[in-house]
């Protein structure tokens, strides 16, 4: 097994970053191996040659880094990962940088730059397109030299056309690789982004030898007592038919306390026989079950759109701006591990009184929980399918700041810092109809969503669906990405 | 002293500083390349947006999960960039925290 080094700032106005990107890396470092993550400023001589592989995530601009820590990577003997800021202060200590690892920086570009081209040759892996925002003004890092021994890895692409390294990669003095990236990977990040080619990096560091192979998941997503299990069944017959196993979601409960659907309220699922046995049927047929919370709504009001399950979040206060944009304001107030275990242990009786067992699998209600929640469920589950909330505090030790959270989606499995095994959730939903300000996702936008995450080279395409929509989206994009190379695998399998 | 003097004694005070700063980290300047590049915008904070009005009809026939499912680019999604706003607080140096790997 492996085991990385997480350093990363921690001064500044955005010093809180720092801990946030140190979590979102340590948790990818996770699928190869154990990880210890600390504040750069903490660095003592030595440290670096005790890991596998290092990363550090320059977040602050100027951060004062040990000249332990430069005189480390310097001479590092293993591979070392450097993202953005600070990197003129290991070629300030070492004015023979450029001579010994080929290649000096020059300063930020502030070009657009909205694709990312990864990975390059000499790799002998498909280049792809990556996305990147365009409107992301932090720079990226640009080179005064770059000499025949350095790899780039990966290239910008500006709105002109013109390209410059967004990574590369040369030894150094005593044989260790130094990559740098020319930017933080870990913001600004959609399906497809640029972020991929951060993950598919590490497998250099830490899992060179991973052979390729690439593997998909599919969820049927929201699923509750009161579905029509005519269409459940059509969809497992026909995903048995093409040997696509898959995950479904199932919500115990059904509650509308503001009557927004006007299809009743209080609807457990052992009180709609014919639902339970299609969920029979497609158990059989290759389905494995997850909970997806006990009511996937909150309480008697909107959070944020109608009050009724399938609709709302359930563990997390959310609220809607008139543009329709969100806020995740935090737990909501009568949250605690044993509220949360209190709601976890209802779904279990409802899933009982309907013949089934407890899931294995958890999948959040709209992908938002607390630090308790998320501890709650460890106690029920043991994989969670999903992306996940993480606030400042979860390595720090310092109370859970909810103002400052990041979110993060994975590209293979990993035991994230909640402790749990994570699987893999890259391209989101289908989702048929624009909604205000967010366009429609059809499979066309999922499928080529999949190619770029084909640079991850042990990666996952993993997307979900409603059995409400038409099956034809579903069939479409399992096709779709089958054609890509994917091979369909159980969640049980991930 | 004028003020104009004032300014060159000022700014050669900074210089110098500046240089014996940049000794001071690097134990030896050779090079003529700057030390730092010039320093990018810090990371935008969302402005604050008003909430909508109660009773606005949800997506009709279809739960709209993945709309609150970290979708969007909008700095307001925690899954397209981290939320906060910057802060002078400063506490305790945090300690090294540790994790298994998901094979362990």
């Not at chain 1, 699928?31 to 290092?54: D, E, I, K, L, N």
């Not at chain 1, 040759?121 to 080179?143: D, E, F, H, V, W």
């Not at chain 1, 669906?465 to 779709?480: C, E, M, R, W």
């Amino acid at each position: 097994m492996t085991s990385t080094l997480v350093l990363y700032d921690t001064t500044g106005q955005w010093g809180w970053l720092g801990e946030l990107y140190a979590i979102m890396s340590a948790n990818l470092a996770s699928h190869f191996g154990s990880w210890t993550a600390m504040p750069v400023a903490s660095y003592t001589s030595g440290t670096v040659r005790q890991y596998t592989a290092t990363i550090y995530i320059g977040s602050t601009y100027g951060e004062p880094l040990p000249a332990a820590f430069l005189d480390d990577v310097y001479a590092t003997t293993t591979p070392v990962i450097w993202a953005y800021d600070n990197i003129w202060q290991l070629t300030a200590r070492y004015p023979n940088f450029s001579s010994v690892y080929g290649w000096n920086w020059s300063a930020f570009d502030f070009s657009s730059v909205a694709e990312v081209d990864y990975p390059l040759p000499p790799s002998t892996r498909a280049t792809q397109k990556l996305k990147r925002y365009a409107a992301n003004g932090a720079g990226i890092m640009n080179y005064a030299t770059i000499s025949a021994a350095v790899t780039v890895l990966a290239n910008c692409v500006r709105s002109d056309g013109s390209t410059f390294p967004w990574a590369l990669r040369s030894t150094g003095p005593n044989g260790g690789t130094l990559t740098y990236i020319g930017e933080i990977p870990l913001a600004y990040i959609t399906e497809g982004d640029r972020y991929l080619a951060f993950c598919d990096l590490l497998f250099d560091a830490l899992a060179p030898a991973t052979p390729t192979q690439h593997r998909a998941l599919v969820r049927l997503e929201d699923i509750d007592p009161t579905y029509a299990p005519t269409g459940l069944r059509s969809v497992a017959n026909w995903l048995r038919s093409q040997n696509v196993p898959f995950g479904f979601q199932i919500i115990p409960l059904y509650l509308d306390p503001l009557n927004a659907n006007g299809a009743g309220n209080n609807i457990t699922l052992q009180s709609q026989s014919a639902l339970v046995n299609a969920i029979r049927y497609v158990q059989s047929n290759g389905g494995v079950m997850m909970c997806h919370g006990y009511t996937h709504q909150y309480d008697s009001t909107t959070n944020p759109y109608s009050g009724a399950t399938g609709d709302d979040c359930e563990f997390y206060r959310i609220t809607m701006n008139a543009d329709h944009s969100l806020n995740f304001l935090g737990p909501v107030p009568e949250d605690s591990l044993t509220w949360a275990q209190g709601r976890f242990s209802a779904a279990q009786q409802l899933y009982a009184n309907a013949g089934f067992t407890m899931p294995q699998f958890i999948t959040f209600p709209s992908y938002a929980a607390s630090v308790a929640d998320y501890q709650a469920a460890n106690g029920f589950f043991s994989v969670a399918t999903e992306r996940r909330l993480y606030p400042v505090g979860l390595l720090s030790g310092q109370s859970y700041d909810y103002s400052r959270v990041a979110g993060q989606y994975m590209p293979y499995t990993v035991r994230d810092v909640y402790g749990i095994k994570v699987l893999a959730d890259t391209l989101g939903g289908i989702e048929p109809q624009p909604y205000f300000s967010n366009p429609a996702r059809l499979p066309a936008d999922i499928i080529a969503d999949a190619q770029r995450n084909l640079v991850v080279r042990d990666g996952w395409a993993s997307f979900f669906y409603h059995t409400y929509d038409n099956i034809s989206y579903l069939q479409q994009t399992v096709t779709g990405l089958k054609n890509l190379g994917y091979t369909f695998v159980s969640p049980t399998a991930a | 002293m004028t003020k104009r003097t004032r300014i060159r004694r000022r700014q050669f005070l900074a210089a110098s500083g500046m240089a014996l700063a940049h000794t001071a980290i690097a134990g030896r300047v050779t090079s003529a390349a700057p030390a730092e590049p010039p320093a990018p915008p810090d990371p935008p904070i969302p402005p604050r947006r008003p909430l909508t009005p109660p009773g606005l009809a949800h997506k009709p026939g279809a739960a709209p999960g993945y709309i609150i499912s970290g979708r969007g680019e909008d700095l307001l999604n925690p899954y397209f960039h981290p939320v906060g706003e910057p802060s002078n607080q400063t506490s305790g140096r945090p300690l090294p925290a540790s994790g298994n790997g998901v094979g362990e």
